[in-house]
């Protein structure tokens, strides 16, 4: 069975820091997708950032990217200059390649401070 | 933000009384999810629908049922609700391909008495 683990249950870094948060998880599968979620206090959930597992070069997204491992299954995501905006929970997600099993970290709580 | 809307956002419940959390969204998606979550805790898929007249069981057992008798609309319902099922129920929707995003609800809070 698939598990994601992310170790880290709370983290506090200064605005325009640069922080990364650690995500590992657990598959027999070659080919899937890995994503990172945001929960922003009393908001909705978004999307981060995803990465396919069949391609190497690790995603970007503006101040977000992300380090994918996948021999170590390890991926684990960089904000750089951080912003107060950036206070959210954090969840690494993996889902399988028939898109049909969705497994959730437990998060990571992140806090920007001024 | 999504186009995807839930109702209610909060609901305090007696035990035994049948509730029913709702979820739409007008983004024409294929694809939608019911997901619990439980305060500082992951998420679980408890249902998922690839369309009309489809539905499947997540990995988390639920007691609840769902239905998709249109493409925007995919409620969840509780026969008897219980204390147990107190939490957050999140509902989200994507495209037909694989790698579509996920948008989310705001989620439901529900607390059963």
């Known amino acids: 069975a698939q598990t994601v683990t992310q170790s880290q249950p709370e983290m506090s870094v200064q605005e325009a820091e640069t922080v990364t948060l650690s995500c590992t998880y657990d598959?027999?599968?070659?080919?899937?997708?890995l994503f990172w979620y945001k929960q922003p206090p009393s908001r909705q959930m978004i999307l981060v950032i995803r990465q396919e597992a069949y391609k190497q070069q690790n995603a970007t997204e503006n101040r977000f990217s992300v380090n994918f491992q996948k021999a170590a299954k390890s991926f684990s995501l960089k904000i750089s200059d951080s912003q107060l905006g950036d206070t959210a929970m954090y969840f690494c997600a993996f889902m399988n390649y028939q898109g049909d099993k969705i497994i959730f970290g437990k998060g990571t709580r992140l806090h920007i401070l001024p | 933000e999504a186009d995807i809307y839930q109702t209610p956002r909060y609901l305090v419940i007696g035990t035994g009384k049948k509730i029913t959390l709702e979820c739409s969204q007008t983004m024409g998606h294929d694809k939608m999810y019911w997901y619990q979550q439980d305060p500082g805790m992951e998420l679980h898929l408890i249902h998922y629908?690839?369309?009309?007249?489809?539905?499947e069981k997540g990995d988390l057992s639920s007691e609840s049922t769902v239905s998709r008798i249109r493409t925007e609309h995919f409620p969840l319902t509780l026969e008897s609700a219980r204390p147990s099922h107190t939490s957050q129920y999140l509902c989200?929707?994507?495209?037909?391909?694989?790698?579509?995003?996920?948008?989310f609800g705001p989620g439901t809070r529900l607390t059963v008495l």
């Open positions: 989200a929707s994507s495209g037909a391909g694989i790698t579509d995003t996920q948008y």
């Open positions: 598959t027999s599968e070659n080919n899937y997708y």
């Open positions: 629908s690839y369309g009309v007249n489809s539905t």
